[in-house]
């Protein structure tokens, strides 16, 4: 285990554990659980509106200001696909509404490229990322063309820019069927930890409802956490990104969801402190 105090890392909620509140209500409950961050929107494709709330440059003044008053900041802005056919003047609209608001990082998927083509169209971001002060992350993911992290690691290193990193899903980690052993051979290259739980198996048909909608708290499921948040990186920032539509259905608040995952989250990281000051 990494000699830090796991219980001291930082905590961002992403806007997917209460998607239904707007992006100032998501600032407002981050604030309340004092959590250190939050994720955000300022890029959605154009088929996924309806779905994520997102932030453009007309809100900039009232954002920042209930991140001030809320005493959270901005971590990371998603989601930029790379698919080859970039959206330049979007792209760059959205992370100067980013760097407006004090992110650091952005999430990337790539879609539809082989590996000499991701190597070249992420460097390309990552250029134009940089003057924005803006670090990429690179998510593997189930429904791309990188799905794995020791894929998304043989990536990275091949891009060779300082401004990328990756951004490592509990989720997707396991439904690739990667394993702790893939986050140790990537550490130094996360940047940040997106936490979740659920079953080792689901059913293929299943899979993109987990992902958005229905993912299991911190703690309650079998994904190897206790194995994998040990060997981050000092400082890397822990995503705590839980939909829970069954709970929202019946009628518990944006609040209260969110508290269960980030409580969750911290009881995990304490117990894995206490588990290594016991040997």
Aim: glycine share 8%; with cysteine; net charge negative.
């Amino acid at each position: 285990m990494n000699d830090f105090l796991l219980g001291d890392a930082p905590l961002s909620l992403h806007h997917l554990t209460v998607l239904d509140a707007t992006p100032l209500e998501l600032i407002e409950i981050a604030g309340t659980l004092r959590c250190d961050h939050v994720c955000l929107f300022t890029h959605v494709p154009e088929e996924g509106r309806q779905m994520f709330p997102s932030v453009g440059r007309a809100e900039i003044p009232v954002v920042r200001e209930t991140l001030h008053r809320a005493g959270v900041s901005l971590c990371n802005i998603e989601f930029f696909p790379i698919d080859g056919k970039p959206d330049y003047p979007a792209f760059e609209e959205a992370l100067a509404v980013g760097q407006a608001l004090g992110a650091t990082k952005a999430t990337v998927h790539v879609h539809g490229l082989d590996d000499d083509e991701a190597v070249r169209w992420l460097r390309d971001f990552c250029d134009r990322a940089a003057p924005f002060g803006i670090v990429p992350g690179l998510e593997p993911n189930a429904f791309s063309a990188v799905r794995s992290v020791a894929h998304a690691a043989e990536i990275i290193r091949r891009v060779e820019r300082e401004n990328l990193a990756m951004v490592c899903d509990a989720l997707h980690l396991v439904r690739s069927g990667g394993t702790f052993e893939d986050v140790a051979a990537a550490s130094d290259l996360i940047g940040y930890f997106q936490i979740c739980d659920g079953p080792l198996e689901i059913a293929d048909g299943d899979r993109w409802h987990e992902a958005i909608f229905e993912r299991g708290i911190p703690g309650n499921g079998a994904f190897p956490l206790r194995d994998a948040l040990p060997l981050l990186q000092p400082g890397t920032v822990i995503d705590v990104e839980v939909p829970q539509k069954a709970a929202r259905k019946a009628g518990v608040s944006g609040l209260e969801r969110a508290r269960r995952a980030v409580d969750a989250t911290r009881s995990i990281l304490a117990s894995l402190d206490r588990k290594d000051a016991a040997r």
